[in-house]
Structures are given as structure tokens and as C-alpha cells.
């Protein structure tokens, strides 16, 4: 047995919905590799878990908190072009954000499971 072979269903042995063979459970006993491929996974499924536990929360107004502290930093001194950039950033930062506890609070209600 090889690293290719196993490595399909190490996503789902960690998440439950897999069960690994004699010869494979005798691989990854043995391979470096597919242990700490193992361990990334069970990393990952935590961090998901905990993610689904703690919301994550955006001020209302992170473009004006970000944009009063570029003005702040700089003394009003930045080029046109770089306010500009910096406010295009923000507005990113702040789509980026919105976009990202969306997702979070859409998926609080689901299951997360690990693609095999």
C-alpha cells in the first residue's frame, strides 16, 4: 500500500464517514506522511468546530474604523493615489469580512464535513 492509495479517504476517516482497511491502518501506522496528513485534517475539522461556535463579529463601520486610522497613521500627508488605494483596501477589507460572517452564520446550522 502507498501514500496514494490512502490518501483519498484520510478526510473522511477523520471526520467519521470512512473506516481504513488492514493494509491501509498498517500503512499510516507506519508512514510519517499520511500520520501528519492525518493530524491536518483533525486540525482543520477543530478549527472548523470552533469557528462554528464563536461567530465572528464585524464592527458596523470597520470602513470608517479603517479609513480613521489610515488618516490617522499618515497626518493627512498620503497622495491622492494612495488614499485612493487605501480606500479601495477598505472597502475590500470591509466586503471581504461581511462576506466571511455571512457564510458563518449560513453555515451554524449545517454540518461541516470534510470533502474525501
Request: with cysteine.
Amino acid at each position: 500500500m502507498q501514500c496514494d492509495d490512502v490518501a483519498p479517504a484520510l478526510a473522511g476517516v477523520v471526520d467519521g464517514t470512512a473506516v481504513l482497511g488492514w493494509g491501509a491502518s498498517r500503512h499510516v501506522s507506519s508512514c510519517l506522511r499520511c500520520q501528519a496528513e492525518l493530524a491536518q485534517y483533525r486540525r482543520l475539522l477543530r478549527t472548523l468546530h470552533q469557528m462554528r461556535e464563536e461567530p465572528v463579529r464585524v464592527p458596523g463601520d470597520l470602513q470608517g474604523l479603517i479609513l480613521a486610522r489610515i488618516d490617522a497613521s499618515d497626518g493627512g500627508r498620503a497622495a491622492p493615489w494612495a488614499r485612493r488605494a487605501a480606500y479601495a483596501g477598505a472597502v475590500a477589507a470591509t466586503a471581504a469580512g461581511a462576506a466571511g460572517a455571512i457564510v458563518l452564520v449560513a453555515s451554524r446550522n449545517r454540518r461541516f464535513r470534510l470533502a474525501s
